[in-house]
Nanobody, 117 residues
């Protein structure tokens, strides 16, 4: 059964760092993956995306230079990370990973990231 399982997240002070992981199982090939986030009272927004081979990467402007998306297709065909540095209170949200296979999107369960002193 295809599923995405996330780990990481938690509470960190402003300026701190966190690393999120997303492992997809039940897939026989690599697919484009993305990170999204949803802050309280706001719509879910795209944060970063990476192609199946990891060649093309894009970021939301507000996280450029602070967040790094990566993937390791050697461990599993669809393992993705989000390294978050210089975190700000406005980065507080539930973060979700997503894998797109054709016209179908698969989502992780979400993980809370709270940036607060």
């Amino acid at each position: 059964q295809a599923q995405l399982v996330q780990s990481g997240g938690g509470l960190v002070q402003p300026g701190g760092s966190l690393r999120l992981s997303c492992v997809a199982s039940g897939f026989t090939s690599s697919y484009p993956m993305s990170w999204y986030r949803q802050a309280p009272g706001k719509e879910r927004e795209w944060v970063a995306g990476i192609t199946s081979g990891g060649v093309s990467i894009n970021y939301l402007d507000s996280v450029k230079g602070r967040f790094t998306i990566s993937r390791d297709n050697a461990i599993a065909k669809n393992t993705m990370y989000l390294q978050m540095n210089s975190l700000k209170p406005e980065d507080t949200a539930v973060y979700y990973c997503k894998l797109r296979r054709g016209l179908i999107d698969y989502w992780g369960q979400g993980t809370q990231v709270t940036v607060s002193s």
